[in-house]
Nanobody, 122 residues
Framework: QVRLVESGGGLVQAGGSLRLSCAAS????????MGWFRQAPGKEREFVAA????????SYSDSVKGRFTISRDNAKNTVSLQMNNLNPEDTAVYYC???????????????WGQGTQVTVSS
């Protein structure tokens, strides 16, 4: 069993930056593909970014490509999401997820965190 805990969310002005972290416990995540998702009020949860276990391949949604960067530190059992040039449309609860059972952009992950709120003011 893997427990995921996100941190780093908060309130930021448009154009600002935030760095989210996801700390895993229970077992190593070094063999897992990891993903970040987000869910805005009244909307479905959507894919943001994913990274394979060796960090050699990443994937991003079109809406964040060029602004967000996903990374991982397998030694520390953590995954991070650097978010730059934020805009109000990025406001959402951000979730960390581990071990997809389908395409990395699907919601079929075995493990999920509780989420961290990101609010971007205009």
């Amino acid at each position: 069993q893997v427990r995921l805990v996100e941190s780093g969310g908060g309130l930021v002005q448009a154009g600002g930056s935030l760095r989210l972290s996801c700390a895993a416990s229970g077992r190593t995540i070094s063999t897992y593909t990891m993903g970040w998702f987000r869910q805005a009020p009244g909307k479905e949860r959507e894919f943001v970014a994913a990274i394979i276990r060796t960090s050699t391949l990443t994937s991003y949604s079109d809406s964040v490509k060029g602004r967000f960067t996903i990374s991982r530190d397998n030694a520390k059992n953590t995954v991070s999401l650097q978010m730059n040039n934020l805009n109000p449309e990025d406001t959402a609860v951000y979730y960390c997820a581990a071990e997809p059972r389908g395409p990395v952009g699907s919601l079929r992950y075995d493990y999920w965190g509780q989420g961290t709120q990101v609010t971007v003011s205009s």
